[in-house]
Nanobody, 114 residues
């Protein structure tokens, strides 16, 4: 199973970015997909997750600013990030859970800077 993430970049505080991640290589649809992030010197943390039926959960720090969604094929996941803050700077990783296994994407860098 491969996860291909894209959409990172440099943005000013208050700006927006949209991350995308597509899962391929499995006949099964991921039951859960999500985004994690890791800032320099910090542990990786959950940003947002979404189940196959659309139930979502968010880190407190991004509630009201970020929105996670899945594509029509359910093999893709998006993270719409609005009102970005300096503290959102991190490498963002896509995650997928298929049956009882967990898979990770390669990470995409989001830099929030003025």
């Amino acid at each position: 199973v491969q996860l291909q993430a894209s959409g990172g970049g440099l943005v000013q505080p208050g700006g927006s970015l949209r991350l995308s991640c597509a899962a391929s290589g499995s006949i099964f649809i991921p039951n859960v997909m999500g985004w994690y992030r890791q800032a320099p010197g910090k542990q990786r943390e959950l940003v947002a997750g979404i189940t196959l039926v659309g139930a979502t959960n968010y880190a407190d720090s991004v509630k009201g600013r970020f929105t996670i969604s899945r594509g029509n094929t359910k093999n893709t996941v998006y993270l719409q990030m609005n009102s970005l803050k300096l503290d959102d700077t991190a490498v963002y990783y896509c995650n997928a859970q298929i049956i009882n296994k967990e898979y990770w994407g390669q990470g995409t860098l989001v830099t929030v800077s003025s």
